[in-house]
């Protein structure tokens, strides 16, 4: 089993930044992605950012260039920096982290809110 817990949300003012942490525990194995998604009221899960155990890095068109992933290996922690937030941000932010090798496993965190005001 792995625990995640995040971190880090409230509410902002439109323009403003949060930072999001996320720290996994248990049975945290290497070659581990490491992801947050988001869900906004009434939506469906979306795929925000990821970062691979060895460093790779993705994002979704609609934050790139304003959120920046990273990951501590040692800490096993990933933190989510997101800057110039809009209202359309707002929604519960969820820490992923998924191995697809054996053993294959894919645990989510229980999400911690993001507000932003406009």
């Known amino acids: 089993q792995v625990q995640l817990v995040e971190s880090g949300g409230g509410l902002v003012q439109a323009g403003g930044s949060l930072r999001l942490s996320c720290a996994a525990s248990g049975r945290f194995l290497g070659a581990t992605t490491m992801a947050w998604y988001r869900q906004a009221p009434g939506k469906q899960r979306e795929f925000v950012a990821k970062?691979?155990?060895?460093?790779?890095?993705d994002y979704a068109e609609s934050v790139e260039g304003r959120f920046t992933i990273s990951r501590d290996n040692a800490k096993n922690t990933m933190w989510l920096q997101m800057d110039s937030l809009t209202p359309e941000d707002t929604a519960v932010y969820y820490c992923?982290?998924?191995?697809?090798?054996?053993?294959?496993?894919?645990?989510w965190g229980q999400g911690t809110q993001v507000t932003v005001s406009s």
């Open positions: 970062v691979t155990s060895g460093g790779t890095i």
């Open positions: 992923n982290a998924r191995r697809a090798v054996t053993p294959v496993y894919n645990y």
